[in-house]
Nanobody
């Protein structure tokens, strides 16, 4: 049974920081691309940061220089360090995984349509 569980959301003032964590169970994390996506009320779900099996990352332009994604394959987790938060970062944040092939995932796409396993989400509110 594949499961992704997010944690670490909360409320913070503008300029503050939060770290989101996602723990995976039911499969080998290292073989997948992992990503963080967010969805604000009335808006489409958008890719924020993604990381491939080699640790190569890609970021949305809106978060470059402020957010950092990392993965710990031993622990089966992926994290999103968010600094200099802005009110426009307020959204539900989702962890997701993408399968590409038997030997790993090497295309860290920000497109949500390429990800097939999703967590339940964790709320981030910046005021």
């Amino acid at each position: 049974h594949v499961q992704l569980v997010e944690s670490g959301g909360g409320s913070v003032q503008a300029g503050g920081s939060l770290t989101l964590s996602c723990t995976a169970s039911g499969y080998t994390l290292s073989s997948r691309c992992m990503g963080w996506f967010r969805q604000a009320p009335g808006k489409e779900r958008e890719g924020v940061a993604v990381i491939d099996s080699d640790g190569n990352a890609a970021y949305a332009d809106s978060v470059k220089g402020r957010f950092t994604i990392s993965r710990d394959n031993t622990e089966g987790s992926v994290s999103l360090q968010m600094n200099s938060l802005k009110p426009e970062d307020t959204a539900m944040y989702y962890c997701a995984s993408k399968v590409e092939g038997r030997f790993g995932c090497f295309s860290p796409s920000l497109s949500r349509y390429e990800y097939n396993s999703w967590g339940q989400g964790t709320q981030v509110t910046v005021s």
